[in-house]
C-alpha cells in the first residue's frame, strides 16, 4: 500500500521559514514524480511546487517562486519543501502528491494527475 507522511509544518512568523518533508513508500522512488499542494479553509487545493524524479524538471506556482525551494532526496524516498520569507496567505494544509513518471506540463499542477496522497501537514502563518 502506498503511502505518503507529510511532517515539518507548525505556526510560524510571518517572514519566518519551514521545511516540509514527505517521506514516501513507493518503490523505485525515482520513478515517481512529486508534487505539492495546499488547501486553505474555504479555498480549493492549489498546486504549490513539482519536481521530476531525476529532479530534472522543477516547476513552482508564481506566488512561491523565489521563496520555496522544492527538491529530494531518493536515496531515503523523501520530497521536501523548503519554505521562506513565509506570508500569512501562505498558512494552509500542505499535502504531497505522488505519481508515476513526469505529467504532461499542462497537468503538473492538475490535482487529477496524481495518483497518490498524504494527509496533509498544517501551516499557519501569523503577521
Known amino acids: 500500500q502506498v503511502q505518503l507522511v507529510e511532517s515539518g509544518g507548525g505556526l510560524v512568523q510571518a517572514g519566518g521559514s519551514l521545511r516540509l518533508s514527505c517521506a514516501a513508500s513507493?518503490?523505485?522512488?525515482?520513478?515517481?514524480?512529486m508534487g505539492w499542494f495546499r488547501q486553505a479553509p474555504g479555498k480549493e487545493r492549489e498546486f504549490v511546487a513539482f519536481?521530476?524524479?531525476?529532479?530534472?524538471?522543477?516547476y513552482y506556482t508564481d506566488s512561491v517562486k523565489g521563496r520555496f525551494t522544492i527538491s529530494r532526496d531518493n536515496a531515503k524516498n523523501t520530497v521536501y519543501l523548503q519554505m521562506n520569507s513565509l506570508k500569512p496567505e501562505d498558512t494552509a494544509v500542505y499535502h504531497c502528491?505522488?505519481?508515476?513518471?513526469?505529467?504532461?506540463?499542462?497537468?503538473?499542477?492538475?490535482?487529477?494527475?496524481?495518483?497518490?496522497w498524504g494527509q496533509g501537514t498544517q501551516v499557519t502563518v501569523s503577521s
Open positions: 519536481i521530476s524524479g531525476s529532479s530534472k524538471i522543477i
Open positions: 513507493v518503490r523505485p522512488f525515482i520513478s515517481y514524480a
Open positions: 502528491a505522488a505519481r508515476v513518471g513526469a505529467p504532461t506540463y499542462s497537468a503538473v499542477g492538475s490535482y487529477g494527475a496524481y495518483n497518490y
